[in-house]
């Protein structure tokens, strides 16, 4: 298996972003998995009724994009993911796309641990911030 990037090999600023389209089949799957069936995401007539005026992603849904691009791409494989602070900024309407750009804030050598700012963006709009901790495995694991 290829390991992410060592702790030895990350700098502070490093950056990388994640892009994913949020569709409908992703928001019904994830009601499915979750068991999160609230209507404000699945039932467009009653999410008409909301302030969002249609159906909204869930926001953990948006936030799992923050784990899929620290755990394929920075850290990468391998990281184990210890915390993550989440701010719910905006909705994420079907059909956006969802930006997300982690960068290394701070590191720990000597704790092998990783501080990363997360910041997810639709159409430029920021719609979910956060930080998270994550343990880098030696390169020899």
Do not use: W
């Amino acid at each position: 298996m290829t390991l992410g990037y060592t702790l030895e090999q990350l700098t502070i600023d490093q950056q990388i972003e994640y892009r994913k389209t949020v569709t409908q089949t992703d928001v019904q799957a994830f009601a499915e998995i979750t068991g999160d069936t609230n209507p404000v995401h699945l039932d467009a007539e009653f999410a008409a009724t909301t302030s969002f005026g249609q159906p909204i992603a869930h926001g953990m849904l948006t936030a799992g994009f923050i784990s899929a691009a620290i755990g394929t791409q920075l850290p990468g494989p391998g990281c184990i993911y210890l915390e993550q602070t989440l701010k719910f900024r905006a909705p994420v309407f079907i059909g956006q796309e969802v930006v997300t750009t982690i960068t290394v804030a701070d590191m720990n050598i000597r704790r092998r641990r990783a501080t990363l700012k997360t910041v997810c963006e639709c159409d430029g709009k920021v719609v979910v911030t956060g930080e998270a901790t994550i343990m880098i495995p030696a390169k020899d694991v």
